[in-house]
């Protein structure tokens, strides 16, 4: 259990929006807008940036931010009848300065509290009383946490049901030589055909073209091996079965307005995702997401990046 008081720096970032900045020894930071309750940034000990922002992010509500990691809810896509991905990545999130009690394995105290509840249009649109709570934490070993806890706090006794992802870009040297493990041999629904079911074959996911895959039932961890920069990215996640993973490549890219036509190169979105079974809760009831992403240096075996040692 984390006994110091949480620290975090509160700043102004692009376009005059507020943002926290947590810190933590080794050069080591993270950047979290309350607009969205986004993180936007993960550096490591050399300062170098860990997440995919756009390079034509608009910071302006009500356009959700391009790149880092925005948060799908209660929405995932166009999985029911709200705006693509729901609204809690374009709503002013607080600062939560008395969370319930939250269990950490870390020693750091670089982490803050935020929480999102409805306001009267979001009663309009989805009628259920919530409240979100997010830990955003960055460990003594780098390590980025999210921490998600939802509550139906609905006092007209009704249930509510949700979709939810936290959308992360994570930045990658070149698309082409990245390989995500720990997918193989999965059922996965296909954006770019309707969402028909298919079953992944042969090795790892590789990038040669448009991506928009949800896997289903994935396992807690997944590994992302950035071969020219020789580095891995682990993808840790608790209460979340599925996992989408989305590049837009050359054309899609040109359609969408806050996204450079070159940054497909550089990018690639591993979500940690609730979409083939939405959670249900009952009033009083809370449900918790968790996903933790950690970079680690690569290993090599004969001119190969070792997957196996990653996911081990
Ligand atoms: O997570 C993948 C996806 O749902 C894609 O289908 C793609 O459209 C992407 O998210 C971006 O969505 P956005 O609403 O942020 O433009």
Wanted: hydrophobic fraction near 35%.
């Amino acid at each position: 259990m984390a006994t110091e008081r949480p620290s975090f720096e509160l700043a102004k970032g692009i376009n005059g929006l507020d943002k926290i900045i947590l810190r933590e020894s080794r050069n080591r930071s993270a950047e979290v807008y309350l607009y969205g309750g986004h993180v936007t940034s993960w550096k490591d000990e050399n300062g170098e940036e860990l997440l995919h922002l756009s390079s034509k992010a608009v910071f302006k509500p009500p356009k959700p931010i391009r790149g880092g990691i925005p948060l799908c809810f209660p929405q995932f896509s166009n999985f029911g009848t709200l705006e693509s991905h729901g609204f809690a990545r374009n709503r002013i999130w607080e600062v939560d300065s008395s969370p319930p009690p939250l269990p950490t394995n870390s020693s750091s105290n670089a982490y803050v509290d935020l929480i999102l509840r409805p306001s009267e249009d979001d009663l309009k649109a989805w009628p259920h009383n919530f409240e979100f709570r997010m830990r955003v934490a960055l460990g003594s070993e780098g390590e980025l946490t999210l921490t998600s806890r939802i509550r139906n706090t609905n006092s007209d006794g009704k249930p509510f049901t949700f979709t939810f992802a936290y959308h992360t870009y994570f930045s990658v040297s070149d698309i082409s030589e990245v390989r995500v493990e720990g997918l193989e041999t999965l059922d996965y629904l296909d954006n770019l055909t309707n969402r028909e079911r298919f079953t992944e074959q042969g090795d790892a996911i590789t990038f040669e073209s448009e991506t928009d895959k949800i896997y289903l039932s994935t396992p807690a961890k997944i590994a992302i091996l950035d071969h020219e920069k020789k580095r891995t990215f682990v993808v840790r996640k608790d209460g979340l079965a599925d996992a989408v993973v989305w590049n837009p490549w050359d054309k899609r890219s040109k359609t969408i307005s806050d996204l450079g036509d070159e940054d497909y190169k550089h990018m690639l979105c591993v979500e940690a995702a609730a979409i083939e079974r939405p959670i249900t809760l009952k009033p009083g009831e809370e449900w918790k997401g968790r996903l933790e992403l950690s970079a680690v240096p690569s290993s090599y075996s004969s001119g190969q990046l070792d997957p196996k040692k990653v996911l081990e």
